[in-house]
């Protein structure tokens, strides 16, 4: 389909006014061909995508890749100043003449992307925008648990093998709120809301102090749940038009447990 076409009907659910103030959605490196039929969709592009493609002859195959972290998080000259491999590999790709586009806080915050997609895998019921963090969702269990019930039930549901849990609060989870990735700053505005459970990812020690003296619980899972953003893009995809061929490359291993 057209190119532009199908970028428009994306905007509309994840429009750059979306991202927030520190992001760089939107076109990374290349030029954007006038037809997509053929699109690569990944969480990062990096080295270890570029030889998958190469390896599967996708090169000649593929007309868009579309990422969920920004390739280039910056300005090219800023980022390759302080990033030569980056510079590399962008040189590379942009030898294939595939354009890269992002969609991060954008499809984090927007209608049907990243934390509906979790708030769903999660089976939450009447799942809801919250009104202090609009990144976030939240929503009812379909039946309370105790909270290390509730832990074993998330990790299974988003696909992870461990979490971390800050247990100050309910000991049982009736209403959840989750964003993916590093959201954890805003734990004390969910707690205002009135969540028994907050869900995000990358809490520092200052954090965990935090959540501590507001006596609250909070569930550090990693920032590898967003894997879901290529199951949940490529249904938006077929949905816009069910003859794009798509194709995952889903590489990035959780961290061995030591």
């Given at each position: 389909?057209k190119t532009n076409v199908l970028?428009?009907?994306?905007?509309?659910?994840?429009?750059?006014r979306?991202?927030e103030?520190?992001?760089?959605?939107?076109?990374?490196?290349?030029?954007l061909?006038?037809?997509?039929?053929?699109?690569?969709?990944?969480?990062?592009?990096?080295?270890e995508v570029f030889?998958?493609m190469?390896?599967?002859?996708l090169?000649d195959?593929?007309?868009?890749i579309?990422t969920?972290?920004?390739f280039?998080?910056?300005?090219?000259?800023?980022?390759?100043e302080?990033?030569?491999?980056?510079?590399?590999?962008?040189?590379?790709?942009d030898?294939k003449?595939?354009?890269?586009y992002s969609?991060?806080?954008?499809?984090?915050t927007?209608?049907?992307?990243m934390n509906?997609a979790l708030a769903?895998?999660?089976?939450?019921q009447n799942?809801?925008q919250?009104d202090?963090?609009?990144?976030?969702?939240?929503g009812?269990?379909?039946q309370?648990m105790e909270i290390h019930?509730f832990?074993?039930?998330?990790?299974?549901c988003?696909?992870?093998?461990?979490?971390k849990?800050?247990?100050?609060?309910?000991?049982?989870?009736?209403?959840?709120?989750?964003?993916?990735?590093?959201g954890w700053?805003?734990?004390?505005?969910?707690?205002?809301?009135?969540?028994d459970i907050?869900?995000?990812g990358?809490?520092?020690?200052?954090?965990?102090?935090?959540?501590i003296e507001?006596?609250?619980?909070?569930l550090?899972?990693?920032?590898?749940?967003?894997r879901i953003?290529?199951t949940?893009?490529?249904?938006?995809?077929l949905?816009?038009?069910?003859s794009?061929n798509?194709t995952?490359?889903d590489?990035?291993?959780?961290?061995e447990?030591?």
């Open positions: 389909m970028l428009k009907k994306l905007s509309k659910n994840f429009p750059k979306l991202q103030g520190f992001d760089h959605c939107g076109l990374q490196t290349g030029k061909r006038e037809d997509t039929n053929n699109i690569v969709l990944c969480l990062d592009f990096d080295e030889e998958i190469k390896n599967k002859n090169f195959k593929t007309d868009l579309i969920h972290h920004p280039i998080f910056g300005t090219k000259f800023k980022v390759f302080f990033d030569e491999k980056k510079k590399v590999l962008c040189d590379k790709i030898s003449n595939i354009p890269i969609y991060h806080t954008s499809f984090d927007g209608k049907d992307g509906d769903n895998a999660l089976n939450l799942i809801k919250l202090s963090v609009p990144m976030a969702r939240g009812f269990l379909t309370p019930d832990c074993k039930y998330a990790k299974k988003l696909n992870v093998d461990y979490g849990l800050i247990n100050k609060g309910s000991k049982t989870i009736k209403s959840v709120a989750i964003i993916g990735g590093g700053s805003s734990y004390h505005d969910v707690q205002k809301e009135g969540y907050y869900i995000s990358d809490i520092p020690h200052h954090g965990r102090r935090g959540v507001r006596q609250y619980n909070y550090d899972l990693p920032h590898e749940i967003e953003f290529m949940q893009m490529k249904k938006i995809l949905d816009i038009d069910p794009l798509i995952i490359i590489h990035e291993a959780l961290p447990l030591i």
